[in-house]
């Protein structure tokens, strides 16, 4: 029993870090599609939709409206969360500065620990706790020379994607046997169907743009968001959103490599801290026995 559990942590872990480290591309991708904001949540949520409804299909012979006969508004719910913090996101970076929105994400551990003690009445564990003051402080470090502009209500926006982020990553651990594809499926439509009437009249973007909304659609955010959620059933949600914070270090460094700006001395230092935090999240996750039980 006990072997079995840590090879579901072991899965758990994986699943999860692959789903941040694919996540880290959203940065540079946004970049390159060189369009607006909304443009960007619309096509990306659109193309949500077609991946994973074609696995779902195959792999189960059936499609998400399916599955909301059959699991109704817990799937709804979460599937309505990835939706609304994926439009909350390109809201924020539309009125503040990235910087401000990224150290506000870093916030996304803690109230996925405040979620799960109302959802699950999981306590938060004191060196979970230490591992999300960690992370945060180099989130904090590296986003250090930007913070302080931007507007209220883009903070204020800012704020709600963690809180929209934590509280389905727990409502995802409380409710284990909804569908994640589903889930997914619905967030893309929420994504879109909100962003819609921001984009009228809407225009399709030039050929270069649309190829890499639909690499961040079709693949980025899909997939991020799939192995994110099935990581949920084997660790607490709190240590989810702790080894998403691995995107924090890897956005930089593609934003780097790809387009040419060179990230200051300090993203490295908080990187440096972020990467330790992860690092024990994870050994801590694979070792402890209890972990799919108790969180």
């Avoid at 893309?188 to 050929?207: D, E, K, W």
């Amino acid at each position: 029993m006990e072997n079995k559990t840590e090879k579901s942590n072991i899965a758990g872990v994986l699943l999860s870090l692959a789903g941040a480290f694919i996540f880290s591309f959203d940065t540079v991708l946004i970049r390159l599609a060189s369009v607006s904001s909304w443009q960007v949540a619309f096509w990306r949520g659109l193309f949500v939709i077609i991946p994973i409804s074609l696995i779902l299909f195959i792999t189960e012979k059936t499609t998400v409206f399916t599955k909301i006969k059959e699991q109704g508004f817990p799937l709804i719910l979460s599937g309505i969360l990835w939706g609304v913090s994926g439009f909350l996101f390109v809201t924020a970076v539309k009125h503040t500065i990235a910087a401000n929105v990224l150290v506000m994400i870093s916030l996304a551990p803690f109230f996925a620990a405040i979620a799960s003690y109302i959802f699950l009445k999981e306590k938060i564990k004191k060196e979970t706790l230490l591992l999300i003051i960690l992370c945060a402080v180099g989130v904090f470090i590296i986003f250090y020379g930007d913070i302080g502009r931007g507007t209220l209500f883009g903070n204020f926006i800012g704020l709600l994607v963690p809180v929209s982020t934590g509280t389905n990553l727990a409502w995802m651990r409380k409710n284990k046997n909804i569908s994640r594809m589903g889930a997914v499926i619905i967030g893309g439509f929420t994504t879109a169907f909100i962003s819609f009437f921001f984009t009228l009249p809407l225009t399709v973007p030039p050929v270069k743009s649309l190829i890499y909304l639909s690499l961040l659609g079709l693949i980025v955010v899909p997939f991020a968001q799939l192995f994110l959620s099935i990581g949920t059933r084997s660790l607490s949600a709190s240590k989810v959103a702790i080894m998403m914070m691995i995107e924090t270090i890897l956005g930089p460094i593609w934003v780097w490599l790809f387009i040419g700006e060179i990230p200051p001395a300090r993203t490295f230092l908080g990187g440096a801290l972020i990467l330790t935090g992860v690092t024990i999240n994870s050994f801590q996750s694979v070792n402890r026995k209890t972990e799919a039980k108790n969180g």
